[in-house]
C-alpha cells in the first residue's frame, strides 16, 4: 500500500487524499501560486503548461462544481481529459471490473485521475493502484480535500490571514465532506474556533469530533441558532447531505432546519462576515441573500478553478 505522502514543499507526483497531508507553509505555498492561474483563465490566454498531458475524471457520484473546475482547469492548462462521468453505467464498472483494474486502465491512458466517489477511503484505494497521481474529488462522507484548499484559498483572499479565525458551520456536519475538510485545513492554523450548529442527530461522529479536536482548533458545537456568536468572520453553510441518509423520508426530517435569511444576518451577523457555502444549495441560503456584499459562494466557486490549476500545475510538473 502507497503511504499517505506529506507535500512538504514539493507537490511533484503526489496524491492529493486529505489535507491531513499538508503544513500550514504547503498552504501557503499554493496560495503564492494561484494568482498567476487566475490571470491565464479570467483573460482566456491559451497555456501550454500542460500541454501533451491528459487527466481523467472519474466520478461515480455527481457533481457540477467539481468536475466542472477539474474539466475546466485542466483544458485551461492545455491538458486533453478523459471525463468519465457514472462510471457505473458507461464503463467496464457495468461489467463488474474492479476499482483498481479500473484505475489501473485508465492509468494507462492518462497522467493524473481525479476521482469522486460514494465510499470513504476509495481515492486511498485508487492511490494504492498506481504510480500516476491521484485526486481525492470527495470520497463519501469523509473528506474533500481540495474543497478545502479553495475555501481557505477564499477566506485568505478577503480575511488576509487564516489564523484567529473564529467561523460557524451549519448544517449536516455528520456527513458533510466539506465541512470535515474545512475543520482540517483551518487545524493547521494557530488559534482558530469552529462551532458546529446542526440538530444533535447530525453533529460530528464520536470518533471525528476526537481526531479533529486532538488537532489545535477549538471545536463547539451548538444545537440552536440563537447560539451564533456575533464576531464570527466566515459562516458556513451547507444542505444536508440527503444522499447519505437511509431513505428520503429521513433526511427530509432535517432539511432547512437552519436557513440563512436576511433576518437571521441582520440579528447576528457583522459587517465584514464572510458568508460561503460549498454548493449546491438546496434551501438552507434564501436567494434574497446573494446580493448581500457579505455573500462569497459564487466567488467561492470560481476560486475552485484556480486552485485547481494550480494544483495540476504544481503535481504534474515541477514550477
Ligand atoms: N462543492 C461541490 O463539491 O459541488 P459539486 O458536488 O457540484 O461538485
Known amino acids: 500500500m502507497k503511504e499517505i505522502t506529506q507535500i512538504k514543499g514539493d507537490f511533484f507526483g503526489k496524491d492529493i487524499i486529505t489535507l491531513d497531508q499538508f503544513s500550514s507553509s504547503d498552504i501557503q505555498f499554493l496560495f503564492h501560486h494561484v494568482g498567476q492561474y487566475q490571470e491565464i483563465a479570467d483573460t482566456n490566454t491559451l497555456s501550454k503548461t500542460l500541454a501533451g498531458?491528459?487527466?481523467?475524471?472519474l466520478f461515480y457520484e455527481p457533481s457540477s462544481r467539481t468536475f466542472g473546475s477539474?474539466?475546466?482547469?485542466?483544458?485551461?492548462?492545455?491538458?486533453?481529459?478523459?471525463?468519465?462521468?457514472?462510471?457505473?453505467?458507461?464503463?467496464?464498472?457495468?461489467?463488474g471490473e474492479s476499482l483498481e483494474d479500473t484505475i489501473r486502465t485508465f492509468a494507462s491512458y492518462s497522467d493524473?485521475?481525479?476521482?469522486?466517489?460514494?465510499?470513504?477511503?476509495?481515492?486511498?484505494?485508487?492511490?494504492?493502484?498506481?504510480?500516476?497521481?491521484?485526486?481525492?474529488?470527495?470520497?463519501?462522507?469523509?473528506s474533500h480535500p481540495t474543497q478545502g484548499l479553495l475555501d481557505l484559498y477564499t477566506i485568505y483572499q478577503s480575511v488576509k490571514r487564516l489564523d484567529n479565525l473564529t467561523?460557524?458551520?451549519?448544517?449536516?456536519?455528520?456527513?458533510s465532506r466539506t465541512i470535515h475538510s474545512l475543520i482540517q485545513g483551518l487545524s493547521l492554523f494557530a488559534k482558530n474556533t469552529i462551532y458546529l450548529l446542526s440538530p444533535k442527530?447530525?453533529?460530528?461522529?464520536?470518533?471525528?469530533?476526537?481526531?479533529?479536536?486532538?488537532?489545535?482548533i477549538v471545536i463547539k458545537e451548538i444545537f440552536d441558532a440563537d447560539q451564533i456568536p456575533t464576531h464570527a468572520h466566515v459562516w458556513y453553510w451547507n444542505r444536508i447531505q440527503?444522499?447519505?441518509?437511509?431513505?428520503?423520508?429521513e433526511a427530509e426530517?432535517?432539511?432547512?432546519?437552519?436557513?440563512?435569511?436576511?433576518?437571521?444576518?441582520?440579528?447576528?451577523?457583522?459587517?465584514?462576515?464572510?458568508?460561503?457555502?460549498?454548493?449546491?444549495?438546496?434551501g438552507e441560503i434564501d436567494e434574497a441573500v446573494d446580493?448581500?456584499?457579505?455573500?462569497?459562494?459564487?466567488k467561492q466557486m470560481r476560486n475552485g478553478l484556480y486552485v485547481r490549476m494550480t494544483l495540476f500545475s504544481l503535481i504534474l510538473k515541477r514550477l
Do not use: W
Open 70 to 95: 477539474f474539466c475546466s482547469a485542466a483544458q485551461r492548462l492545455g491538458a486533453g481529459i478523459i471525463p468519465v462521468q457514472n462510471p457505473q453505467a458507461v464503463s467496464s464498472v457495468s461489467k
Open 242 to 249: 440527503k444522499e447519505r441518509f437511509a431513505t428520503q423520508k
Open 253 to 282: 426530517k432535517y432539511t432547512n432546519r437552519f436557513v440563512l435569511t436576511k433576518e437571521l444576518l441582520h440579528k447576528y451577523g457583522n459587517k465584514n462576515l464572510m458568508i460561503m457555502d460549498p454548493l449546491p444549495r438546496v
Open 112 to 142: 493524473a485521475i481525479v476521482i469522486r466517489s460514494k465510499e470513504a477511503g476509495t481515492a486511498q484505494k485508487a492511490a494504492d493502484a498506481t504510480y500516476i497521481p491521484v485526486l481525492n474529488a470527495g470520497d463519501g462522507g469523509a
Open 53 to 57: 498531458y491528459i487527466i481523467t475524471l
Open 201 to 216: 442527530e447530525l453533529r460530528l461522529s464520536k470518533e471525528d469530533y476526537k481526531k479533529f479536536s486532538g488537532n489545535g
Open 167 to 175: 467561523v460557524v458551520a451549519t448544517g449536516d456536519i455528520l456527513h
Open 291 to 298: 446580493q448581500d456584499p457579505r455573500a462569497y459562494y459564487f
